[in-house]
């Protein structure tokens, strides 16, 4: 469940933090790279993520009272303390305590949540690096907190509550991270659809390896990239609005959903030159063309079609940075590398600003893809600690166990 030196590291911890007598349950909850289908999910489009091999994880001690303690590994990150309310208070605005308290409050909106813990915490998901280090905080004490209050809920449904618990720390976020984080199953990455949460994991070649990359740039979703993040969302509803009064959509579907499973694409992107403008009728073009990729990439997987898989995320990735205007001159880079090295395809994954690209290339070319990333990249980053370049596992979402 956890890696020994890990749990082991955790346990003396938690004996210094908070004496005896020790914890009882370990919970654990995954981080996520997305395949293709980015900025697609808050507008009700499918995602096509796998759950990674790095996760953050909670070592307990049930509370008899609501209060809700909390040690970190990483010093950086210091104690922290709560008590569990309908409304609690968050700190300020991008601690990390901020993710427990989303959890805690939006479960004690619904149910009689009586009881709190001590807990010692360690992740080891790069932090803002689009791999929703913040989710898996945010569904660890999640899981954690339903264990010891006794709360039950069928897996959609907990998907569903922790995105909505998410939107504490203020970003209007989509659902595909706590999904996923959730949701995930070792050996297969998953297409994601919402409203309800439906999934259908998809077994992962085995020849095909995903290289992640972190540009070492911070894309803070609850600092800096927040703004620019909930702006798309707001930019994604407009565009669609124009689009439906228009007259030549009278008639159609007037959901993304509707429209990119009742339209052609080519017809769709035809209308919406007429129909929108400017940035606009760009982010239109990328959420449509992006939801419809999000299909044909599952059925390339199927196949293993890794040509084609590759070749829709060159296209995902091109219209990210020309249409949707989120990639940056580092993912960029990485993307070139990637891609000069040998990959079949590369794209920036998650929300963009900076985070991780990810690259698509089979077994054989992974040594020289990684080997070009190292060199052209972090050679010239001091910053690089080893932690930033590997090799994604499709690995199983989140889980409590009893110690
Ligand atoms: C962030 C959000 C997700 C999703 C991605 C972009 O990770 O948390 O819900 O919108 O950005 O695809």
Redesign the pocket.
């Known amino acids: 469940m956890l890696e020994p030196e890990r749990l082991a590291a955790l346990r003396a911890q938690f004996a210094q933090s908070y004496g005896d007598p020790p914890p009882t349950l370990l919970a654990r909850a995954p981080g996520r790279v997305?395949l293709i289908?980015?900025?697609?999910?808050?507008n009700g489009l499918p995602?096509f993520p796998m759950a990674l091999q790095r996760n953050v994880a909670y070592l307990v001690r049930p509370r008899a009272d609501a209060r809700v303690r909390l040690v970190n590994r990483e010093a950086r990150y210091g104690a922290r303390e709560f008590e569990i309310e309908r409304a609690i208070p968050p700190f300020e605005q991008g601690d990390w305590g901020n993710y427990v308290k989303a959890a805690a409050q939006m479960l004690a909106t619904r149910f009689p949540l009586r009881r709190g813990f001590d807990a010692a915490v360690d992740g080891n998901v790069p932090l803002a690096a689009?791999l929703?280090s913040?989710?898996a905080t945010l569904v660890g004490a999640l899981l954690a907190l339903m264990r010891i209050n006794q709360v039950e809920l069928p897996l959609p449904e907990l998907q569903e509550l922790a995105?909505q618990a998410?939107r504490y720390v203020g970003?209007a976020?989509?659902?595909?991270?706590?999904a996923i984080s959730l949701g995930g199953r070792a050996g297969h990455a998953l297409v994601i659809d919402f409203h309800p949460v439906r999934m259908q994991p998809t077994p992962m070649p085995g020849d095909w390896r995903f290289v992640v990359a972190n540009t070492l740039v911070m894309a803070e979703?609850s600092g800096a990239a927040r703004e620019a993040?909930n702006a798309r969302?707001r930019e994604c509803r407009e565009a669609l609005a124009r689009f439906l009064a228009h007259p030549s959509a009278a008639g159609l579907p007037t959901s993304y959903y509707g429209l990119v499973h009742g339209v052609p694409l080519e017809g769709l992107l035809t209308l919406a030159g007429q129909a929108l403008e400017g940035e606009l009728q760009k982010r239109f073009r990328h959420v449509v063309s992006e939801g419809a990729r999000v299909e044909e990439a599952r059925l390339a997987m199927l196949r293993g079609d890794a040509r084609a898989f590759g070749r829709l995320m060159d296209a995902s990735h091109r219209s990210l940075r020309e249409d949707y205007e989120?990639s940056s001159s580092e993912l960029d880079q990485l993307v070139a590398i990637a891609r000069e090295a040998g990959a079949l395809g590369a794209r920036l994954?998650?929300?963009?600003f900076g985070g991780c690209s990810v690259a698509l290339c089979l077994e054989r070319e992974a040594p020289r893809v990684v080997e070009a990333l190292a060199r052209r990249y972090y050679a010239a980053r001091p910053a690089f600690s080893g932690e930033a370049l590997f090799i994604a596992e499709a690995s199983d979402g989140a889980r409590v166990v009893e110690l």
């Open positions: 997305n289908g980015e900025h697609t999910d808050y995602v689009g929703s913040s989710s995105a998410e970003v976020g989509g659902g595909m991270d706590q979703k993040y969302t989120v994954s998650g929300a963009g």
